[in-house]
């Protein structure tokens, strides 16, 4: 089914007979906006510009049924001038973690992938990303398993419930802001630098050595290659 959403593009959305044939054959299904019976996807323009947010929800996930892949991006933004975070989250390989068979298996896999995605990027020249890039979360759930795994700061929320039946809201991934002090350390040791506009004395941003730009408010993303040596990582 096809439903017109007005001054947007169509999306596709399917219906419950969908879902029961899809779930019969355990093959996987892509889905890049709309919604079906588990799945709802949406995404809302802010202040600055063009919405260039994407997202990506596979079901039935690598033919596992109960199993989805869930993924956003969300490009960065530059900023040029003339002159609340919690730390990581260290103890996400923690032992008991890391014994289990689903992480053990998605971790690696997930780390693969987000490199060669960022080495695809570096050298695809019909894309202009030396100073242009994303952040990204992803999230498989398999049954009562989640694997999350977050560049930049982009992020991850839980909806379950209190006490009181209440809806509450848990954030699952850390923001990777350039003032968290492993971040901080990581940039300005390899000679990037983290400073507030005076404009903007609560937001931290990374900034190239001797150039005031190009000004992220994130410490890692796909792309923006211009800071890459500065600090400016896939990994810690």
């Known amino acids: ?56 929800v596979w079901e039935n996930f690598n033919g596992e049924k109960d199993a989805y892949f869930c993924a956003l991006t969300d490009p960065t933004a530059t900023t040029k001038t ?36 960022d080495e695809d ?6 894309l202009d990303t030396y100073c242009s890039g994303t952040t990204a979360v992803a999230v498989l759930k398999q049954g009562d398993h989640l694997v999350i795994a977050n560049l930049g700061d982009s992020r991850a929320v839980l909806c379950t419930r209190g006490d009181n039946n209440q809806i509450v809201s848990v954030q699952l991934t850390v923001d990777l802001k350039p003032n968290l002090p492993n971040e901080a350390e990581r940039i300005k040791q390899c000679e990037g630098r983290v400073f507030a506009m005076d404009e903007e004395p609560e937001v931290y941003r990374i900034w190239m050595p001797k150039e005031n730009c190009p000004g992220l408010a994130m410490a890692r993303a796909f792309g923006d290659f211009c800071l890459k040596d500065f600090g400016f990582d896939l990994n810690p």
């Open 1 to 56: 089914m096809v439903e017109e959403r007005h001054n947007e593009r169509p999306i596709r959305v399917r219906n419950e007979d969908d879902h029961k044939q899809n779930a019969e054959n355990c093959g996987p299904r892509v889905r890049f906006e709309g919604s079906s019976r588990f799945i709802s996807m949406y995404t809302q323009q802010g202040r600055k510009g063009t919405n260039q947010d994407a997202m990506t």
């Open 121 to 126: 990027l570096c050298v695809d020249a019909t």
């Open 82 to 117: 003339d002159e609340k975070d919690k730390d990581n989250d260290e103890n996400a390989d923690s032992e008991d973690v890391s014994k289990n068979p689903l992480f053990s298996l998605v971790k690696d896999c997930i780390i693969k992938s987000f490199e060669e995605v």
